[in-house]
């Protein structure tokens, strides 16, 4: 999987990969439901080069964790953002068979914006979950959003698990309630059109 990733990111430009967005809006309105401080800690797993890192600085937060499997594309990310690099902690780790992520402490917020679904394996979904669960402290929050049940059945040449928000809160268990959720149509810079479910849980 890491050799996959960053033969992606290292092949093309962030303009054109799949999941390019300049509208996070969906993001942002979870992000403001949770109403963070500024200084709270903001884990984005699967951050790839995402924009969502530079909307985070830009909004003053100054507590980030970037998480990806690919060191390809967080050097993308820190290179893009340049000085503001100082408020985000780039983190090359495997969410299925995590080393770094146990020693890293618990977090305010869990943001995994289409990463989950690339977890087809029970196991591998197994260990994802409990992490998440293990990872966010009591009043935290996770924001997942995943492709939903009518979304594409591959993504990035690879299979990919669609969700609802019932099969999402029977994986995080009852210590999550949830917040908000809703169905969100993203389309890609090809002009192609896939569907998602966004979702705001909390830890009580």
Request: proline share 2%.
């Amino acid at each position: 999987m890491k050799d996959h990733w960053n033969t992606i990111y290292t092949q093309s430009s962030e303009e054109k990969l799949g999941w390019y967005e300049t509208d996070l809006t969906p993001t942002l309105y979870l992000l403001e439901k949770a109403e963070l401080l500024k200084e709270a800690r903001v884990l984005i797993a699967g951050a790839g080069s995402t924009t969502l890192v530079d909307e985070l600085l830009s909004q003053s937060y100054t507590n980030i964790l970037a998480i990806d499997i690919s060191e390809a594309a967080l050097n993308k990310l820190q290179e893009r953002i340049g000085k503001e690099s100082d408020n985000v902690q780039f983190i090359v780790d495997d969410l299925t068979n995590p080393v770094m992520l146990s020693e890293i402490g618990l977090v305010d917020l869990w943001i995994d914006r289409a990463v989950l679904h690339f977890f087809t394996e029970q196991t591998d979904q197994v260990t994802y979950f409990n992490l998440i669960r293990s990872g966010i402290k009591k009043g935290g929050f996770t924001l997942l959003a995943e492709y939903n049940q009518e979304g594409a059945i591959k993504c990035a040449g690879l299979p990919v698990q669609r969700y609802s928000v019932e099969m999402l809160q029977e994986n995080l268990g009852g210590e999550f309630i949830l917040i908000d959720s809703f169905d969100h149509i993203f389309t890609m810079p090809s002009g192609d059109i896939r569907p998602y479910i966004y979702t705001l849980f909390k830890k009580q």
